[in-house]
């Protein structure tokens, strides 16, 4: 059974049973962590005992603030729990886990659902959830439901909650910004959540080698026909003593050059192998863009990989990027 609403059936689900298995997607960020463990407190809260919040895995450096997040399971335990709580993903197989335990399985949840999935037998299994892909972050959701269940919202789940809301409406800039996100971070503020803290803790504490890195990464910054893009090499990577982890958000550094509609970041990550993330500001469908080197992801946000030495891989992407622009 799958609602945009917080049902009935989701806050019975809860008060009814005692046991809960809380997971989110692989690598996760501040939504997914925050959402689960914002989730477990409020269970706590209502006096439900046994919950664990799992994670395929571990918790990011930048993340550890979040309260609780110390208690984060690495491995699923072996008894069977009452509800399996899938959260901010919408696929089992995001959750990096296979044959999790639960006698009932519920999904809380902000990404737009496969297509045809009404008809899968894991949507039909559902005993409840709460889908809904206009929610900004999925601590909106559990913000709804743990509100919905009379539970008074105390500073350690308000910083969860903060932390997935500001991160996914990427520091209140994304159109997401909805007046309902604003109004519960607010709350959540009121509640004593500390954005500056927060966002210390989130946007202010790169790890120096990562900013060398970008240092020299940006250093490759070009421009042409709408579209600018950044390469990291392997021999960056080397100099700055930085890894992979090192560059997750560089492709929103050619985003943010004027004028342009598409940003692309090419990531070395073997002699002749590319990670490629693409942006759009909003013309053009990256995900077609990706799909096509058999990759994926969303309309404004995807990426792939292609082999090839980097002129030939930056030739062949920026290529389709150009022919995406001119179709739009
Ligand atoms: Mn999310």
């Excluded at 308000?158 to 991160?167: S, T």
């Excluded at 940006?218 to 893009?229: N, P, Q, Y």
Aim: net charge positive; with cysteine.
């Amino acid at each position: 059974m799958t609602t945009t609403k917080v049902s009935s059936e989701l806050l019975n689900l809860i008060r009814r049973n005692s046991s809960f298995l809380i997971v989110g997607h692989i690598n996760p960020e501040a939504d997914s962590l925050g959402s689960s463990l914002a989730l477990a407190l409020g269970l706590r809260k209502m006096g439900k005992r046994d919950i664990c919040v799992l994670s395929r895995d571990p918790v990011p450096e930048n993340l550890r603030f979040l309260p609780s997040s110390k208690k984060v399971k690495l491995k699923p335990p072996r008894r069977e729990f009452d509800v399996l709580f899938i959260v901010d993903c919408n696929d089992p197989e995001r959750t990096g886990f296979k044959g999790l335990r639960a006698a009932k399985t519920a999904v809380i949840d902000h990404h737009v659902l496969p297509a045809g999935a009404g008809k899968s037998g894991f949507y039909r299994s559902l005993s409840a959830s709460l889908i809904d892909p206009d929610a900004a972050a999925t601590g909106v959701l559990v913000y709804k439901v743990l509100t919905a269940l009379g539970i008074p919202i105390d500073k350690n789940m308000a910083e969860n909650l903060y932390a997935a809301i500001l991160v996914d409406t990427g520091g209140f800039r994304y159109s997401n910004s909805s007046p309902e996100s604003l109004k519960i971070a607010s709350s959540l503020v009121e509640a004593g959540a500390k954005p500056w803290d927060i966002t210390k803790d989130v946007y202010e504490s790169i790890p120096f080698r990562s900013m060398k890195l970008l240092g020299l990464s940006l250093s490759t910054l070009e421009k042409k026909d709408g579209v600018a893009w950044i390469t990291t090499t392997r021999a960056m990577f080397r100099k700055a003593g930085a890894t992979a982890e090192d560059s997750e958000d560089f492709v929103d550094y050619p985003r943010k050059v004027k004028g342009i509609d598409v940003a692309v970041f090419f990531r070395q990550d073997g002699m002749k192998s590319f990670k490629i993330s693409l942006r759009s500001k909003g013309r053009v469908n990256v995900q077609k863009i990706a799909k096509r080197f058999n990759g994926g992801g969303h309309v404004a946000a995807a990426g792939c990989t292609v082999n090839g030495t980097l002129k030939e891989v930056q030739e062949k992407v920026l290529k389709a990027v150009r022919a995406a622009l001119k179709g739009s």
